[in-house]
Each structure stands twice: as C-alpha cells, then as structure tokens.
C-alpha cells in the first residue's frame, strides 16, 4: 500500500502559508481533509451507494436524498462482436457536455483498431435560448457535415445531463428528465411546450436526417461513464500493461458518474458535508441565477471539476484581509475566468496565472490553490475507492487476485488526467490513485480511457451484441 504521507512531504510545495492563513482555511473548509475526515467521507459514499439499490437491498426507485443509482441495459461490448464488424466501418460520435460538445468520425481500421478523424465538429451553448427543435437542428447538420453523403449513418453520443435511456429496435435512446433543476436541454436549449413523446434525443435526430435522404443504422446514446465502460481498446491497452481491468467505468468531472454492477451511479449529487466555502458558494451560484433556492444543500459536486477554482475563489473572499485587501476583486477575478479557462485551478496552482503585482500574494494564492487540488486528490481518492470496490469483489468472487496485482478502472476527466499542482507536485491522477489505495487496501490505477471509442464501438456492433430485454 502507497505511504502517501511520506510522498506528499517528498512532494512539499515551495515556500509556507502565513499561520493565519492556514488556520482560516482550516475552518472555513479550504485545506484538505484530516486523515480522520477523509476515512469518514468514504464511509459516508459507501453507505449511500448501499443506499442506492446497486446491490439490491433497496428498490432504487424509491425517493433517496442521497447518491443515487438508475438500472441501465447496456450490453457490453466483446471481442468477438468487435471482430464481426466490417473493416471500414464508420460512426459518427460525440461528447455532449452542458456547454460545449464535439463530433467526429470513428473508423474500424484493418488492423481491428479504431482510429478518430482530425476533423471535427465544435458546437458551442448558444447565447440566447434555443427551441429543442433548434438544437436538434444543430446536431443532424452536423452528423449530415461530417457523413460524407452516405444514405447511412451510425451515430453514438454521451450525454451529460440526466436522462433515461430507452432501448430502441436499432441502438439505446434516450429521454431528458425535466424534473428538479434539470429543465433546460445542454446549449441553453429550452424543454417548454415539447410533448414528453417528442423529447427522445435520436429519434428527433433521425427525423430530420430523413429529410435529406439519410437513415440512421445504428443509434447509440449513453451517459459518459458508460462510454468510458464501453471502451474495450483502452481496457486492451491495460490488460496489456499487466492490469486486471475491472468491469464498470468514471466519467470524473463536477456531474461525476459512474458505470458498475449494470448501474449508472449520479455521485456529483450525492450529499456531502457543509462548510463555508461550499455555503458561500452555492449563495453566489444563486445570485446568478445558477442554482435553484430550494436546491440549496451541499453536495459532492460543488468539491469537484469546473468547481474547484470557484472554491478558491470564494476562499480567498471569505479570507479577506488575511490574503489581501483587495481579496473580493481577486476572487472575482477568478470567478469570471473561471467560465472560459477549464485549467484555471491548475495554472493558478503553475503560478501560470497571477491576479496582482505582490509576489507574496501570488504565492499565497498559489499555495491555496495547490491546497485546494490536495483536497479534490482526496475527495476523487474517496470516490473511486467506493466505485471501485463493488467490481473487484466480484472479480475476486471468481478469481481471486494476489495483493500485487495491480487492478485498473476505466476513467476519463482533463482535470483528473492532466490537473497539476506545478513541477513540483504530480499530476492529480497520482494522488488519486495513492488515496484510493489507502482506503481500498489495494493498488487501483484510474486508467484513461476514450469516450468516443466506446461509443463507436457499440454503435458499430450494436447487431452483434446480446442486449438484456
């Protein structure tokens, strides 16, 4: 097991945080956690996610204010169906974010690998509000752009907001849930007045593809951990390092999923505990508009992805004169950069990017932010012990692993695979894995994985898959 405690002071950033920043950071909830804290948060995520009806002890439908867990029919994709698709197959793909999305072509080489187009497809959220009918405009001229003019088409997306999948005669579908905080498509698209029968995403697309002559053959649209799942060519990849690759997937961002036991877990909404940053957070979050009121509790989320340098930000106000006098406009500063740099948190943490003409105060910031990616290692340390645990017990419920082995779940996330504290720190990504060995017991490597081959993959072999009824 890793000894992270001797790594991180192997790995101890430049200079110290003034003693009074330190200890206010402390309280308001911007250092990491204690060791105590940490083992507690992790047993708080496994007794939601027994809560939540993967293993089978609670109806899953059942109103859970916690981490919940939503049945999926996804069929997994083997070898043999992979090498029962024609060489030259090709398929249509995309990850569909809230805010942006991109689509590009995926090919079946002779060789039995996959390969991605340089050529792509950027669509971006639309400054006003759109109808449904608009976005769904966006996406089929698209698909039309990059299909060359074939009268077929085989299309698979992830899709980031919650919904319900629907299997379909020629691939999965999917439905948006318009309940609670979700009533707006990804885009600033509008759901209003749309007939509930009418919202399944690739049937809309394949209406207007009709239009101009084009079918869609196969049609597959999957949450991102369940591409991530999917992605037998990076899971080749592992087993091929010497990995036993465990059965599921993680898509690691703010809306954090997961794919396991036949089961897409929701743990960017599982309930956490409160502090004042997470407070001050959500309070600015409602000011604009971002967050309904009665939506107002603190979640797992709001300590992950596109949230950390909003949690610096509003440490550092919360600080006030203890970082600077100016410390709101800093933190304002970072706020609005925050919206168009998803790197912010790791270049702030480079020292990349400076808010003033102090060196101390950059240095404090810097050292902050540095603090605020050790605590995000180990919240996704906590979380990918938890989704890794329920696979590994049922490999070794059929094989058993010798403690060496090291085991490897599928993930993807740019902040998780390429976020750094600078060239003395590492790569989140390591202090993920040393986190979640301390508290699983056992070596788990959060191994980067391709969305978009997982999606190609199951639309490509869709006929050759045995899909659950």
């Given at each position: 097991m890793y000894n992270g405690n001797e790594r991180y002071r192997r790995l101890a950033p430049e200079g110290r945080l003034p003693f009074d920043v330190i200890h206010g950071a402390q309280e308001i909830g911007l250092s990491s956690l204690t060791r105590g804290n940490l083992t507690v948060a992790h047993q708080w995520l496994q007794g939601q996610l027994y809560q939540s009806g993967i293993h089978g002890e609670r109806d899953s439908r059942r109103n859970y204010d916690g981490l919940k867990a939503v049945r999926t029919?996804?069929?997994?994709?083997?070898?043999?169906?992979?090498?029962?698709?024609?060489?030259?197959?090709?398929?249509?793909?995309?990850?569909?974010?809230?805010?942006?999305?991109?689509?590009r072509v995926a090919v079946k080489e002779a060789d039995g690998g996959i390969s991605l187009s340089q050529r792509g497809i950027s669509i971006r959220r639309a400054l006003r509000p759109i109808s449904f009918d608009q976005y769904i405009q966006q996406l089929a001229d698209s698909i039309l752009d990059l299909n060359?003019?074939?009268?077929?088409?085989?299309?698979?997306?992830?899709?980031?907001v919650p919904h319900?999948?629907?299997?379909?005669?020629?691939?999965?579908?999917?439905?948006?849930?318009?309940?609670?905080?979700?009533?707006?498509?990804?885009?600033n698209s509008e759901l209003g007045g749309v007939p509930d029968e009418e919202r399944n995403i690739m049937q809309a697309v394949q209406r207007h593809l009709r239009t101009h002559g084009v079918e869609v053959e196969h049609g597959v649209i999957a949450d991102g951990?369940?591409?991530?799942?999917?992605?037998?060519?990076?899971?080749?990849?592992?087993?091929a390092e010497g990995f036993v690759v465990l059965d599921g997937g993680m898509a690691a961002g703010a809306d954090t999923t997961a794919a396991i036991k036949n089961h897409t877990l929701d743990i960017g909404n599982?309930?956490?505990?409160?502090?004042?940053?997470?407070?001050?957070?959500?309070?600015?979050?409602?000011?604009?508009?971002?967050?309904?009121?009665?939506?107002?509790?603190?979640?797992?989320?709001?300590?992950?992805g596109e949230y950390l340098p909003l949690r610096l930000a509003m440490g550092?106000?919360?600080?006030?004169?203890?970082?600077?006098?100016?410390?709101?406009?800093?933190?304002?500063?970072?706020?609005?950069?925050?919206?168009?740099n998803n790197s912010l948190i790791?270049?702030?943490?480079?020292?990349?990017?400076?808010?003033?003409?102090?060196?101390?105060?950059?240095?404090?910031i810097r050292l902050l932010a540095r603090s605020v990616l050790r605590r995000a290692e180990q919240v996704y340390g906590a979380i990918t012990a938890v989704v890794a645990e329920p696979p590994l017990k049922e490999r070794e419920d059929k094989v058993k692993l010798e403690q060496g082995v090291p085991v490897a779940l599928l993930t993807t996330g740019d902040l998780l695979h390429a976020a750094t504290g600078g060239k003395l720190l590492r790569t989140l990504n390591t202090g993920v894995r040393i986190?979640?060995?301390?508290?699983?017991?056992?070596?788990?490597?959060?191994?980067?994985?391709?969305p978009k081959f997982g999606l190609a993959a199951a639309a490509m072999a869709w006929d050759h898959l045995e899909v659950a009824a």
């Open positions: 029919k996804f069929p997994k994709v083997s070898v043999e169906a992979w090498e029962d698709v024609p060489d030259g197959t090709t398929a249509v793909v995309g990850e569909l974010g809230r805010e942006t999305g991109q689509l060359n003019d074939n009268s077929t088409v085989n299309v698979g997306f992830s899709l980031e319900t999948s629907i299997l379909t005669d020629t691939g999965m579908d999917a439905i948006i849930n318009t309940d609670g905080n979700h009533n707006r498509f990804p885009w951990a369940t591409a991530v799942a999917l992605d037998i060519f990076s899971a080749s990849d592992a087993a599982a309930s956490w505990s409160d502090d004042q940053v997470a407070r001050k957070l959500r309070q600015k979050l409602q000011e604009e508009g971002k967050l309904d009121t009665e939506a107002d509790q603190p979640l797992l989320k709001h300590e992950l550092i106000e919360l600080l006030g004169d203890k970082i600077a006098q100016n410390s709101r406009n800093i933190a304002e500063k970072i706020w609005q950069q925050a919206e168009t790791s270049d702030i943490a480079a020292g990349k990017v400076q808010f003033t003409h102090n060196a101390n105060i950059n240095l404090t986190e979640a060995a301390n508290l699983l017991g056992r070596e788990v490597d959060v191994y980067r994985a391709v």
